[in-house]
């Protein structure tokens, strides 16, 4: 069974980092991409950051800048990490595992909480 296990969330200071990890576990398939969606009080889901198998990056124009997202391949662990943080970015933070099989399901990790103060 594939499980997606983050951590690192937590409370934060306007101005200060955090850095989020997600490892994934029981993959038996190709990944595709891996990415982080944020989902703010009374928001939709949003999707802010991806690398692809070929650590290619995208990010939303809300964190680009200050967020810097990585992969660790051999240990399928996609990590962000977070500066320069302000109160509009709490949010519950998802990491998502996409499949190189089109056929199969994205991989949703419980989600961790990013609370910054101001």
């Known amino acids: 069974q594939v499980q997606l296990v983050e951590s690192g969330g937590g409370l934060v200071q306007a101005g200060g980092s955090l850095r989020l990890s997600c490892a994934a576990s029981g993959i038996i398939f190709s990944i595709n991409a891996m990415g982080w969606y944020c989902q703010a009080p009374g928001k939709q889901r949003e999707l802010f950051a991806t690398i692809t198998r070929g650590d290619s990056t995208n990010y939303a124009d809300s964190v680009k800048g200050r967020f810097t997202i990585s992969r660790d391949s051999p240990k399928n662990t996609v990590y962000l990490q977070m500066n320069s943080l302000k109160p509009e970015d709490t949010a519950v933070y998802y990491c998502?595992?996409?499949?190189?099989?089109?056929?199969?399901?994205?991989?949703w990790g419980q989600g961790t909480q990013v609370t910054v103060s101001s």
């Open positions: 998502i595992v996409e499949p190189l099989n089109g056929g199969l399901k994205t991989i």
